[in-house]
């Protein structure tokens, strides 16, 4: 029996062992952008609602693999043996014999083997995920959002007597990458050509002479870091003292002063429409804290009759169908009195590979790209029918990739030298005309002052969150502090983002006094 449960034992640990092993090496080369600040986030916030098509992808990339591993791992452990390896070898005329399986030092200690095993495996998976890279930011301050953070409140925000409406479009995994190397991309041919000729004759904020855009930033690289960096200019960060802040207390960095809280503030109607589930990294609980928003997912298009449980594919419904039903939404809210933000999130260009429709052409070898091409097609012919609308002349359309691309070897093939991939960007009919639109360092936090700056409103100071209105002479702070500087003020940890941001009023309060108090000694 003592036996039988060493034995077990051994292949439960060797198991664990391969898992992390492979599991770590697949995330290192598949996501080597992302932090482990998102994976926290996740497992603790809405991990629960991951599309079942992705969730398969990545079992099956790593099934096989992990198979291997623990079988080399559980054999080399194993004594008694049929199968037995040896070699001669003859030195100074006499002959020996070596056994090179099984191994005897091994097999003698296969306990040790095993801790060991799983000591190494261990580490290399700390190393891989970046745990102690993460572990050592958060030993870290930071003093980045007391001495640069602006929230509205505290600032003028006006608006023209005429509002003019805002249509939020935000693309998954969508990056100037998929452009022709002439355009700023590095593919020999366009993937996205209406998505590349939308950016080209309208406003696109670029880091290059050529079509570009936003740098990914940390807190940033994922899609609930990402509306969040839209919508209120920071990143979206697991606080260690609490990993479950944004599940538990039905609030969501509820003193962050965001999009939808000032245009809540200013009477708009406001509406997100998602085909996945909302509650996947508590964006419903976000727009709800943020503004109030009607939230339009998969649960509430299987509620009012729009689709059955049975209709549910990829992440919940769609792009097809989102595009089709945001037209309803769209024309519902044009019809009412007030002014309207509608903030629609596709999905179908998700990674593993993309969801592709049965309406979409085959014309890449590659399905990605084939997804990737046909949502270009459908964002292209939804602003040409937003165009012909009678509320188009007073609407602005701001339309973004939500990251950079995850599926990292797709895009390696085609990136050569010091090409810097950047996030998609264009502004389509805004009320304001753009100064310096190119050669600019900015991240997706910018773009949360840029997006107001967009449908009319002056900002006092120029700056919201920690973005800056790139539509003004003003540096953003990674022009101003450089990149690197600024992406690692950010890893570290934050009283006043874990406390005050969170929802600690009396922190915030004193925080602003010493601010004023500093500004008046100067």
């Known amino acids: 029996m003592k036996k039988k449960l060493k034995n077990a034992s051994i292949f439960i640990i060797l198991l664990i062992s391969a898992i992390m092993i492979v599991g770590s090496t697949y995330y290192k080369r598949e996501y080597p952008l992302q932090d482990f600040d998102q994976i926290l986030f996740y497992l603790s916030n809405g991990v629960e609602y991951t599309s079942p098509n992705v969730v398969d992808g990545i079992l099956k990339a790593c099934l096989i693999p992990t198979i291997v591993v623990l079988i080399i791992l559980y054999i080399l452990q194993i004594k008694k043996t049929k199968s037995k390896i040896t070699i001669k070898l003859k030195i100074s005329r006499k002959q020996y014999k070596m056994q090179l399986y099984p191994i005897k030092l091994i097999t003698n200690h296969r306990i040790t083997y095993t801790i060991i095993i799983f000591i190494i495996s261990t580490i290399y998976a700390i190393v891989n995920f970046g745990i102690h890279t993460y572990i050592i930011n958060k030993m870290q301050r930071t003093d980045?959002?007391?001495?640069?953070?602006?929230?509205?409140?505290?600032?003028?925000?006006?608006?023209?007597?005429?509002?003019?409406?805002?249509?939020?479009i935000v693309l998954e995994s969508m990056e100037n990458t998929l452009f022709t190397k002439e355009n700023g991309g590095s593919w020999e041919y366009s993937v996205i050509p209406e998505l590349e000729l939308l950016a080209k004759e309208n406003i696109n904020f670029s880091n290059t002479e050529k079509l570009g855009g936003a740098y990914p930033t940390y807190g940033s690289t994922f899609t609930a870091g990402g509306l969040v960096a839209y919508t209120g200019g920071i990143p979206l960060i697991t606080p260690t003292n609490n990993l479950n802040e944004y599940k538990g207390n039905g609030r969501y960095l509820e003193n962050v002063y965001t999009l939808g809280d000032i245009l809540e503030e200013q009477g708009y109607n406001l509406e997100i429409m998602m085909g996945s589930d909302g509650n996947f990294g508590g964006r419903t609980q976000y727009f709800t804290t943020n503004g109030n928003y009607k939230i339009f997912d998969v649960n509430y298009a299987i509620k009012e009759g729009y689709m059955s449980e049975s209709d549910r594919v990829w992440w919940g419904f769609e792009d097809d169908k989102l595009f089709e039903w945001s037209k309803e939404e769209i024309l519902n809210l044009a019809s009412q009195d007030q002014p309207f933000n509608y903030i629609m999130l596709t999905a179908d260009t998700h990674f593993i590979d993309g969801y592709l429709s049965k309406n979409a052409e085959n014309k890449f070898a590659s399905q990605y790209e084939n997804v990737?091409?046909?949502?270009?097609?459908?964002?292209?012919?939804?602003?040409?029918?937003?165009?012909?609308?009678?509320?188009?002349e007073n609407t602005s359309i701001v339309i973004v990739g939500d990251h950079l691309g995850m599926q990292n070897e797709f895009y390696a093939g085609h990136i050569e030298g010091q090409y810097e991939r950047t996030i998609y960007n264009v502004i389509i009919n805004s009320a304001i005309e753009e100064k310096n639109n190119k050669n600019r360092k900015f991240s997706t936090l910018d773009m949360y002052p840029t997006i107001l700056a967009s449908i009319g409103a002056k900002i006092e100071g120029e700056r919201l969150g920690?973005?800056?209105?790139?539509?003004?002479?003003?540096?953003?702070?990674?022009?101003?502090?450089?990149?690197?500087?600024?992406?690692?003020?950010l890893k570290k940890n934050s009283d006043f983002y874990n406390k005050g941001l969170l929802g600690d009023d009396y922190y915030l309060i004193k925080k602003q006094e010493q601010k004023e108090e500093e500004?008046?000694?100067e």
């Not at 007391?146 to 929230?151: A, I, L």
């Not at 990737?372 to 188009?392: C, I, M, P």
């Not at 990149?483 to 003020?489: V, W």
Request: aromatic share 20%.
């Open 466 to 489: 920690l973005g800056t209105n790139l539509f003004a002479g003003t540096e953003t702070l990674i022009e101003e502090l450089g990149y690197n500087y600024f992406n690692d003020e």
């Open 144 to 168: 980045l959002y007391e001495r640069y953070y602006v929230s509205g409140e505290n600032i003028n925000i006006t608006f023209p007597e005429e509002k003019r409406n805002l249509v939020l």
């Open 372 to 392: 990737h091409a046909y949502s270009s097609k459908k964002v292209y012919e939804f602003v040409e029918w937003l165009k012909r609308q009678d509320f188009y």
């Open 519 to 521: 500004i008046a000694n």
